[in-house]
């Protein structure tokens, strides 16, 4: 009897362990630190993500383009942008409007025209949709507003120069990436707006990097760093510089809330990288019937190379609120879709991820993009069910 409850108890331990490894094999434990600096928390990541890798199982579930309609023939777009109601609106900058769908694809209705009046569009730029799906269309050097039926609100003065990602706060202030020029200094900065295009503030302000390869020739790709910012929500903001791995997380009046670090060393930009970029320059060169052309010696002449290659150059994010940071790429890397590395709203480093093709907006487990037809010549809008998107985890 004594060896039968001996030989039980050894069963439950043994039961009691394997349980236990797996438990801790499913939830790993973060090895990063957290710290105060100047009253700011501080989530600093090791190199490593928390779960690992992971690549999108996609699957196209929806395609919209057709050039034998006027109503979904688009050429030249902005990413698409889509509401909580799975609504898709395309800003169809050569034909001056946009193209509202909905979720499955078929049109409803068409938004703006071209002209200079109330509603009308002269050089649409980007576009953003609030929770209420009123829009705003930057143009020129106005935002233009409509309601979620698309009757045109007003026209607010832009501050400066807003580039291609702006945010409407909870507040119903433009929060935006811009850039002005000062004493003769080129700024990056993002700024706090109000609607009638009055300054808030400045919340952060880097002198443009000058250095940049190439100066006065185009090769296609640039290597210098340069400040990124992204709204997450009516909530959150996130900005970096590019030339450091760190995220600063900001609240609706611009405040940091905390900052997202990962201990990622950089990486030296080779000579070889360097012989492909001017390589592809030239190829290209080939193909051009017009405008100067540059010998090899003539363009290593006038680039200047930095000796790092930035760590990324963009961010996304999803209805989950988690950032997606857009790895810079090499020209040598064969795999042609995008490279993430995909962090909680709270600072932990929880995957590299590889999404092909590259993710334009991720939402409620589908990837959208606007991606050009090369048989057919003009763009598509595509939708791709992500497949493993319930196996994504949001935290630790």
């Not at 942008?81 to 769908?101: A, C, H, M, T, W």
């Not at 068409?110 to 980007?126: D, L, M, T, V, Y």
């Not at 490279?339 to 590889?354: E, M, P, T, V």
Request: charged share 30%; aromatic share 14%.
């Amino acid at each position: 009897m004594k060896n039968k409850y001996s030989l039980i108890l050894a069963v439950c331990i043994l039961v009691s362990l394997v349980f236990l490894g797996v438990n801790q094999s499913q939830n790993p434990q973060w090895k990063g630190t957290i710290e105060e600096e100047d009253g700011v928390k501080v989530i600093k990541n090791p190199n490593e993500p928390l779960f690992g890798e992971i690549t999108f199982d996609l699957e196209e579930d929806l395609s919209i383009g057709n050039e034998e309609d006027e109503n979904y023939a688009f050429y030249r777009i902005g990413s698409p942008v889509v509401d909580s109601e799975g609504n898709i609106y395309v800003l169809d900058k050569p034909n001056f409007r946009i193209q509202k769908f909905d979720k499955d694809g078929q049109y409803l209705q068409s938004i703006g025209r071209q002209g200079q009046g109330p509603g009308e569009f002269e050089r649409p730029g980007s576009m953003y949709v609030d929770t209420q799906q009123n829009i705003y269309v930057r143009d020129a050097r106005d935002i233009d507003i409509f309601d979620k039926n698309g009757k045109h609100i007003k026209s607010t003065v832009q501050y400066d120069l807003f580039g291609p990602f702006f945010g409407i706060t909870k507040d119903g202030n433009i929060i935006a990436y811009n850039q002005s020029l000062r004493a003769g200094e080129m700024l990056e900065e993002v700024v706090l707006v109000d609607e009638d295009g009055k300054k808030i503030k400045t919340i952060v302000e880097y002198k443009s990097d000058a250095s940049s390869f190439g100066k006065g020739i185009d090769l296609g790709m640039s290597y210098t760093p340069g400040l990124w910012f992204y709204p997450i929500n009516e909530g959150i903001a996130v900005y970096g510089y590019s030339s450091e791995y760190k995220l600063y997380v900001i609240d609706s009046s611009g405040n940091l809330a905390h900052i997202i670090e990962k201990a990622e060393p950089p990486t030296p930009l080779s000579q070889k990288e360097i012989n492909k970029v001017l390589d592809d320059f030239i190829e290209r060169q080939k193909e051009r019937k017009i405008g100067q052309k540059y010998s090899r010696n003539e363009l290593k002449k006038s680039s200047k190379f930095p000796k790092h290659f930035v760590f990324f150059y963009g961010f996304n994010t999803d209805d989950k609120n988690r950032i997606y940071v857009n790895r810079f790429k090499s020209r040598l890397d064969e795999y042609k879709g995008g490279d993430y590395d995909i962090f909680s709203i709270d600072g932990y480093y929880l995957y590299r991820a590889k999404i092909s093709p590259y993710a334009h907006v991720i939402k409620k487990g589908y990837v959208y993009n606007g991606e050009i037809d090369q048989n057919a010549g003009y763009t598509k809008i595509k939708r791709y069910k992500i497949k493993n998107w319930e196996q994504i985890k949001t935290g630790i």
